[in-house]
C-alpha cells in the first residue's frame, strides 16, 4: 500500500495519473461472488437475510446514544469542533505500557485507546 501511495503520489505531483495496470479482479466481480455465496437480501432464507436478522435484533437495544458521564451536556446540534491534547509519557510509564499490550496480545494503540 504505501508503494502505491508514493506512486500515486509521485505521479500526481507532476500532473500525472498513477500508471497502475488493471486488476483481473475489480470490486463488481467481488460483489457478484458476494452475491452468489451470501444470496440476494429479498430471499428470506438467503445466508445475507438471516444475518441482517441476527444482526438487528442483536442490536435492537443498542441505545442510539451512548450516555457516558461527562463534564459538561451534549450540545443539542454537534459542532464538529474537535481539539488536540499534548502529552508526553515518561520512559518507564510507556515501557510498562509496552509490556502490557505485549501481555494482551495488543497494541499500544489498543492499549491507550481503551484507557
Given at each position: 500500500?504505501?508503494?502505491?501511495?508514493?506512486?500515486?503520489?509521485?505521479?500526481?505531483?507532476?500532473?500525472?495519473?498513477?500508471?497502475?495496470?488493471?486488476?483481473?479482479?475489480?470490486?463488481?466481480?467481488?460483489?457478484?461472488?458476494?452475491?452468489?455465496?451470501?444470496?440476494?437480501?429479498?430471499?428470506?432464507?438467503?445466508?445475507?437475510?438471516?444475518?441482517?436478522?441476527?444482526?438487528?435484533?442483536?442490536?435492537?437495544?443498542?441505545?442510539?446514544?451512548?450516555?457516558?458521564?461527562?463534564?459538561?451536556?451534549?450540545?443539542?446540534?454537534?459542532?464538529?469542533?474537535?481539539?488536540?491534547?499534548?502529552?508526553q509519557l515518561d520512559a518507564s510509564?510507556h515501557r510498562n505500557l509496552l509490556?502490557?499490550?505485549?501481555?494482551?496480545?495488543?497494541?499500544?494503540?489498543?492499549?491507550?485507546?481503551?484507557?
Amino acid at each position: 500500500m504505501l508503494r502505491d501511495v508514493m506512486v500515486a503520489y509521485a505521479a500526481r505531483s507532476t500532473g500525472d495519473a498513477p500508471g497502475w495496470a488493471s486488476l483481473d479482479v475489480q470490486y463488481a466481480d467481488y460483489s457478484l461472488w458476494q452475491r452468489d455465496i451470501l444470496g440476494s437480501e429479498e430471499d428470506p432464507t438467503s445466508v445475507i437475510s438471516q444475518q441482517i436478522d441476527y444482526w438487528t435484533g442483536a442490536l435492537d437495544e443498542v441505545p442510539d446514544v451512548l450516555e457516558l458521564p461527562a463534564d459538561r451536556a451534549r450540545p443539542a446540534v454537534a459542532s464538529y469542533r474537535g481539539a488536540t491534547h499534548r502529552m508526553q509519557l515518561d520512559a518507564s510509564t510507556h515501557r510498562n505500557l509496552l509490556a502490557l499490550a505485549r501481555s494482551r496480545n495488543a497494541t499500544l494503540f489498543m492499549v491507550l485507546h481503551s484507557a
